[in-house]
């Protein structure tokens, strides 16, 4: 029986190829297919950022290699940096609470 942290990375892989199967290269995501995985699997998280140009940012800042598209190692590091910042909010939000 996989633990909790076990089945939160399942879950990463789970989605990430759910996204990056959808067209082309099914072991990468398209600027197509990492737009579609934000807005349905981080909406949330990313809400605040509603400027068109996040995403073309994102998807420049993610590919390391710079090959156009987001392989599962370029994803994780933004599920990482993201975790990193919602984790600073917990702490902040412990200690009084979270502004954006
Ligand atoms: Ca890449």
Known sequence: MPS???RAMESLITVFH???SREGDSASLSRKELKQ???AELSSFLK???DPATVD???KDLDANGDGQVNFEE???LVVGLSI???Q???MHLQKSCRK
Do not use: G, H, N, W
């Open 48 to 50: 605040s950022q509603k």
């Open 37 to 39: 995985l934000m807005e």
């Open 4 to 6: 909790e942290l076990e």
């Open 89 to 91: 909010c917990y702490q």
């Open 75 to 77: 994803f994780v590091a």
């Open 18 to 20: 759910r996204y990056a």
């Open 57 to 59: 940012k994102i998807m």
């Open 85 to 87: 910042a919602c984790e």
